[in-house]
């Protein structure tokens, strides 16, 4: 066994061979059965190691000539580094002097990206390898499922880059992609270039193509810009800045186009030729809190001039009914575990109307929270609420409402804690002063109490199979008004002040359960099963009568798991909301399905919705699915889906047949009817292709 330090061979080997390493304070070891130096010459012969802290080498043969500072080994040579890369040949020439190694032939293994490279031949030159005639690929080795194969390149060891020169694809030996030019990082690191662009093709907009480009000069912040354009409708563009000022922030300012052509805005009757956007997003925390509190702010302002701004800059599918209103917000919270402070301010637009004028504005919204804390001798406890929102529009009418509460509480157990007993008295005031048309309506004050009571166990038992858990608990609960002023009740009979109105004093009785039973060999959940039922008192009955029942069970099985919640409302005498969700996984097939129902309490309108997936598991990589999202009140689709995925070791690829409706702000209709064709092929730890195809 030898020994070197840094001014030795072998440090130097690593030093250049491998990587550029600092190995000022390591000590290399060589081991070998049969070693021996004559003439300033060592050789190894028979199982050479060398080793240190972060390199491990392993060959048949070494010979290192101090008198040329020379190094060769011979057969089965491996040099492998924190195990994260890994170099193989059958011989390697080490130049010391001048920093210049070759390795015959040459297989590179990088175990962090997955990826491995392969020629006949390397010639490494300080932290550069040229490589000729070579394949890389992130599959097995021996026969890859897909390669790159180029006749010339260079791997930048500190750079972690490689280029490659005449490069062609290979699907197993089958050539379906050439290029002259090709070049990738072998890290994740952040850097500059293009990167992966999409690709489509739609029956009216054309041949589609967006390339981001992504500019990260410093690790603070960055820049991306996409052009874009569609061939047959019109060009835009998007840019992207991102920025982190500390190291509990971040900005993103975003802003774009897209110009129609005339013939495309003319046929479609779109109320505008061009969509203009911008949006500005920015999160930080601890901008005045110390190690005994916690604060942060949220900006997300966003502003578009209509809704094909979204279809064109973001997609097709990140837009429904449901975005009617473009929601911007702006945040700031403060915590220190004993109070809690939240300011915001709401905008919204609604992107279907000629103007704003009408749309309600939280302009601004305050909420002041004390955490329980001990009162009395400890025997009471007592928070505080205080809540302020002001609700302004141009047109219609408007009101700043000012809440208070303040609850105490009372809590003691009975019969070794077999049964819990709590009691609440809570002071509430509010108070509703109109901003808008307040000539016509007297402002609201509200001054009251609410008691409550609630007694409730939580029982747990064990047999012999399974265990029981139940908890049961019933409230009490009766409201008083001391102080009233103004419409305070019923304003909901008037439909321009229904979110403003308070709730009128009532009592009501509340009891649930809730229970469930669980497997005793894995402790996992065989049935959940709650009941909620409330009761209001009724002045002119002189009784509490029923106003709704909740039910919820859910049931999970070996091969799945099905929940349905139910909730029937006395007051219409029928079921207003029903949820029923199941979820099904049996061998290669699978099932999901949800169920939705609503009815409103005031006007009885309904809807119902299904959405479902059936997906079937082709031998161990390949999934066909069928998804759709129905409305039964329409009997119309509203959004279809095929689906064939490929999921390899080392590839995938997707393929997605979507029929949809897509928003458009056009004088015609709100929605067109449009038919896509996703592909996505993922060439693992290299890179992912994206292309769709829309059908109008």
């Known amino acids: 066994m030898h020994k070197f330090t840094k001014s030795s061979l072998v440090s130097l080997l690593f030093a250049t061979a491998v990587n550029a390493v600092d190995f000022s304070d390591e000590y290399v070891q060589i081991v070998s059965k049969d070693m021996e130096t004559k003439n300033n010459v060592i050789t190894a012969n028979t199982n050479v190691v060398l080793y240190s ?3 491990y080498i392993t060959a048949n043969k070494l010979i290192y000539d101090k008198n040329n500072s020379k190094l060769e080994l011979f057969e089965n040579v491996n040099i492998t580094k924190n195990n994260e890369s890994v170099l193989f040949g059958e011989y390697a020439l080490i130049d010391v002097d001048d920093e210049f190694s070759i390795l015959e032939p040459f297989l590179l293994i990088d175990n962090t990206m997955g990826l491995w490279l392969g020629s006949d031949r390397a010639d490494r030159k300080k932290d550069e390898y040229i490589l000729k005639d070579t394949s890389l690929s992130s599959c097995d080795c021996v026969d890859p499922d897909w390669k790159l194969k180029f006749s010339e390149g260079d791997y930048n060891t500190t750079k972690q880059w490689i280029n490659t020169y005449n490069t062609t694809l290979y699907l197993n030996d089958f050539p379906v992609f050439y290029t002259p030019y090709f070049g990738f990082p072998t890290d994740t690191s952040r850097r500059s270039g293009l990167l992966r662009p999409t690709v489509g093709f739609s029956s009216k907009q054309g041949f589609l193509y967006e390339q981001p480009i992504y500019y990260a000069p410093k690790p603070n912040y960055d820049i991306e810009f996409v052009p874009m354009v569609r061939t047959s409708r019109g060009y835009g563009a998007d840019l992207t800045y991102r920025f982190a000022d500390s190291p509990y922030s971040t900005l993103k300012l975003n802003g774009g186009f897209f110009k129609e052509s005339e013939d495309y805005a003319e046929e479609n009757n779109l109320s505008h ?10 999160n930080r925390t601890k901008l005045f809190s110390d190690e005994n509190s916690k604060d942060g702010l949220y900006v997300d302002l966003k502003h578009m001039n209509d809704i094909d701004y979204y279809t064109t800059q973001y997609g097709n599918d990140t837009f429904d009914d449901m975005d009617r209103y473009l929601e911007s917000q702006l945040k700031y919270y403060y915590d220190n575990y004993k109070y809690y402070f939240e300011l915001n301010n709401y905008f919204y637009r609604d992107l279907q109307a000629d103007n704003n004028d009408t749309v309600m504005q939280e302009l601004p919204s305050a909420t002041l929270h004390k955490y329980s804390d001990k009162l009395f001798l400890d025997a009471f406890t007592y928070s505080t609420n205080i809540n302020f929102d002001r609700k302004t529009r141009k047109e219609g009418v408007g009101a700043s409402t000012t809440s208070v509460s303040v609850p105490i509480g009372y809590y003691t157990s009975f019969f070794d804690d077999y049964l819990n007993f709590s009691f609440t008295e809570e002071l509430k005031y509010s108070n509703v ?6 000539d016509l ?18 029982l747990l038992k064990k047999y012999e199979d399974f265990t029981h858990t139940l908890k049961f608990d019933v409230s009490y609960s009766y409201d008083n008004a001391f102080y009233t002023k103004g419409d305070v009740y019923n304003l909901d009979n008037i439909s321009a002040l229904s979110q403003f109105s308070i709730n009128e004093p009532q009592k009501s009785i509340n009891w649930g359960i809730n229970q469930s039973f669980y497997n005793n060999e894995d402790l ?16 002119s009955k002189n009784s509490y009568e029923k106003t709704y029942i909740e039910n919820e069970l859910a049931l999970n099985f070996y091969v799945g798991r099905l929940v349905n919640k139910v909730k029937y409302d006395y007051n219409i005498d029928d079921i207003s909301d029903t949820t029923t969700s199941l979820n099904l996984k049996y061998d290669i097939y699978s099932f999901l399905s949800n169920y939705i129902f609503k009815r409103n309490v005031n006007t009885l309108e309904t809807t119902e919705t299904v959405n479902y997936q059936v997906s079937l598991d082709l031998f161990d990589d ?25 999921d390899k070791k080392c590839w995938a690829v997707n393929f997605k047949y979507v029929d949809t409706y897509l928003a458009v702000d056009s004088t015609l209709n709100d929605v067109i009817n449009q038919d896509e064709f996703y592909i996505e092929l993922n060439l693992k730890q290299l890179f992912k292709l994206n292309q769709v195809f829309s059908f109008d």
């Open 53 to 55: 802290k972060n390199y």
């Open 273 to 282: 030729d061009k969509h203009l956007g911008w949006s500005i997003n920015y």
């Open 433 to 438: 002063e109109f901003n808008n048309d307040s």
């Open 441 to 458: 309506y007297d402002d609201l004050h509200y001054g009251g109490n609410t008691h409550s009571l609630s007694l409730y166990t939580d």
């Open 524 to 539: 996992k959940e065989i049935i959940n099963h709650k009941i909620l039922q409330s009761f209001v008192y009724d002045d």
């Open 622 to 646: 390949y999934r066909l699915s069928y998804r759709q999202e129905y409305d039964l009140k329409t009997n119309k689709a509203k959004k279809t889906e095929y689906i064939f995925n490929i």
